[in-house]
């Protein structure tokens, strides 16, 4: 680089703002040494949380700060029963990774990623947590939210839907009623006692009603019975019918049905998503199968180009993951993103939500803070 080009972009906004504090053009090594931290904390849910799979009172995350050069970034990791992980799993899994990570140069996350992935492969919210931390960071260092740095519209963030547990009548009807500000309501089915769930809802409510059945249909005859019953009763989607790997079926299933069926189980990245299309109407993402914010874009992008659907889920998160994926949910169609709002000790604050709208912040990367540190 020749002296006057140097003199031109060390004088230039554009540099300032680029990477403040790194000097001309952002081009020098990044200085201070990386630092990567790895908790784990116990989510506690308001409500036992019980799926087709499954039942709860309580989730143990695992959460990811970085910082360097003064800033830090937070990440959080939601290990799930259904993909093989546990929290302990996922913390050896982010110590293999911690090497690169604490080495590499955040700016240059794109490149970064392909290296800590290959350090804990199959460890998909082991990388959640790294990318979310990394992606707060470099946020925070640019000093705008990512939405902003993705040139998103945060007023087009999408409604969340409430998520409504496995529960008894009289539960499932004090729940709707907790629910009374969210526009539309999520229902989990998948049992013997479909019908009932649903007649308790509706006993509550005339909302519309998006139906998860979490594979809990157990082949193409039944899903087939219990979504025509459900067509006349206000339900806009169904998710998951069938289990992920009865991908004919699903489209046999879907050839006799007008209601559009999602995938969530049946998708976790990218190079999943393009063996659905015919079979399914949409697809659920979710940073904790995918491995993070870029490879959620990238399954965005994907779907569209497929003419698929998007919804955007989560799992039981505190405001950390939840705030990563609100930031990227102005580009999609639904979003059941409430995760933090089925916990009753959220270590942090972060994404808003007014009637089911997801708000999301002026604030710096994630746009996050924890919840005692203001
Ligand atoms: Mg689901």
């Avoid at 990318?131 to 260092?141: E, F, N, P, Q, S």
Wanted: proline share 4%; glycine share 8%.
């Amino acid at each position: 680089m020749d002296i006057s080009r140097r003199e031109l972009l060390g004088t230039s906004a554009l540099a300032a703002v680029a990477w403040p504090g790194l000097g001309a053009a952002g081009e020098q090594s990044v200085r201070g040494a990386g630092r990567l931290s790895v908790s784990r904390r116990r989510l506690l849910l308001r409500h036992t949380w019980t799926i087709a799979r499954n039942s709860s009172d309580f989730k143990d995350n695992v959460f990811v700060r970085v910082e360097r050069d003064g800033v830090v970034g937070w990440g959080e990791a939601a290990p799930n029963v259904r993909y093989g992980q546990s929290a302990e799993q996922t913390m050896t899994a982010i110590e293999k990774a911690r090497p690169v990570i604490e080495a590499g140069d955040w700016r240059h996350y794109v490149d970064l990623r392909a290296e800590w992935e290959r350090a804990m492969p199959n460890e998909s919210c082991a990388c959640a947590a790294v990318d979310i931390a990394i992606l707060d960071w470099v946020g925070r260092r640019l000093q705008a939210p990512l939405y902003r740095l993705f040139g998103l519209d945060a007023r087009k963030a999408p409604v969340t839907t409430f998520t409504i547990g496995i529960d008894t009548p009289e539960r499932i009807k004090q729940k709707v009623a907790e629910a009374k500000d969210f526009p539309v309501l999520k229902i989990k089915v998948g049992t013997e006692n479909d019908e009932g769930i649903v007649a308790a809802v509706r006993e509550a409510t005339d909302k519309p009603l998006r139906v998860d059945a979490n594979e809990g249909w157990r082949d193409k005859e039944q899903a087939l019975r219990k979504i025509q019953w459900l067509q006349g009763r206000g339900v806009e989607l169904i998710e998951q019918p069938l289990p992920a790997a009865m991908i004919e079926e699903t489209a046999w299933l879907r050839e006799r049905l007008e209601i559009p069926i999602l995938a969530d189980e049946a998708v976790t990245r990218a190079a999943d998503i393009p063996k659905l299309a015919g079979a399914y109407d949409g697809i659920n993402i979710k940073l904790m199968k995918a491995g993070g914010i870029q490879e959620a874009l990238r399954m965005i992008h994907l779907a569209r180009a497929l003419g698929l659907k998007i919804m955007l889920g989560c799992m039981i998160e505190s405001s950390v993951a939840i705030s990563a994926a609100a930031q990227i949910s102005p580009l999609v169609d639904y979003a059941d993103l409430d995760g933090n709002l089925l916990i009753s000790n959220d270590p942090f604050v972060g994404v808003g939500v007014q009637e089911g709208k997801l708000i999301l912040n002026d604030r710096a990367g994630l746009g996050v803070s924890e919840r005692d540190k203001g």
